[in-house]
């Protein structure tokens, strides 16, 4: 920043700052979902990578509960990291301007939601009618959030 003005990077820079955002985000998303999953709303299985890798003890729940649980716990997670991500984007990535701030958080809520949602409808789905691991359904959820969220962050929400 210059005299209080952000430099505008190239693509690539952007990408990269992006990524590394994201990738901070994406650190708070998991850790909150698993904490969620763990003690709130009891989502994960002894297999799941942090229950392994942690040593936690979890609580055996059915297939329709664990699904419904790992969405709540994504819903949580969500919040938070969102937050994070906003705060990210509009001080370290994209130029704010192309809309009022108060329309800018509104875009960047809905759209994160809806790719929130979409991802959140994937991850219960294959947990329900898949019996997929929870660890490789939220895999699945945060992948599809990555590609809409980025998208329309660049193209619709801020000053490319």
Known sequence: MEDG???????LVQ???????????TIVHITIFHLAA?????ALQENDYAVAT???SVAAVDVTTRSLNSMLSN???WIFSNLVAY?????????AGRHSRIIEIGLFYLVSGVSMGIGTGLMGFLIRYYNMQ????????LVSALFINYGMRKFVIFKG
């Open 54 to 56: 942690l040593g936690l």
């Open 15 to 25: 990408f990269v700052k992006y990524s590394l955002s994201g990738g901070v985000s």
């Open 75 to 77: 819903g949580v997670a």
């Open 87 to 95: 705060l990210l984007n509009i001080f370290w990535v994209f130029e």
């Open 134 to 141: 929870t660890t490789y359904a939220f895999t699945a959820n």
């Open 5 to 11: 003005v952000k430099t505008r990077s190239g693509p």
């Open 38 to 42: 763990w003690k709130m709303f009891p």
